[in-house]
């Protein structure tokens, strides 16, 4: 089992930034492929920001290409967002989720996850 906690969340002006953090814990998430989904109020769940367990190749939605940067650290056991040029539109209930190497699956649907954490808000105004 690997557990999830988000952390970095918060109220921010349009134009700012803000730096998520996840920290797993329970297993070493080396072996992890790590991704970030937000749902926003009325809305679905929605594909971020993904990352191959080697950090060596990345998926972003296309709302957030070029804005937003997703990163590991598989030593420290954390994975990031650091998310910056924030529209009102980002504001949300962002989750870090994980799963395992061998699972296979798009990277942009949630099904290809194993584990979530509970999610951090954010909330951008104008």
């Known amino acids: 089992q690997v557990q999830l906690v988000e952390s970095g969340g918060g109220l921010v002006q349009a134009g700012g930034s803000l730096r998520l953090s996840c920290a797993a814990s329970?297993?070493?998430?080396?072996?992890?492929?790590m991704g970030w989904f937000r749902q926003a109020p009325g809305k679905e769940r929605e594909f971020v920001a993904a990352?191959?367990?080697?950090?060596?190749?990345?998926n972003y939605a296309d709302s957030v290409k070029g804005r937003f940067t997703i990163s590991r650290d598989n030593a420290k056991n954390m994975v990031y967002l650091q998310m910056n040029s924030l529209k009102p539109e980002d504001t949300a209930v962002y989750y870090c989720?994980?799963?395992?190497?061998?699972?296979?699956?798009?990277?942009?649907?949630?099904?290809?996850?194993?584990?979530w954490g509970q999610g951090t808000q954010v909330t951008i105004s104008s």
């Open positions: 329970g297993r070493t998430i080396s072996n992890y492929r």
């Open positions: 989720t994980a799963a395992p190497s061998y699972r296979g699956g798009d990277p942009r649907n949630s099904r290809a996850y194993d584990y």
């Open positions: 990352i191959h367990w080697s950090g060596g190749s990345t």
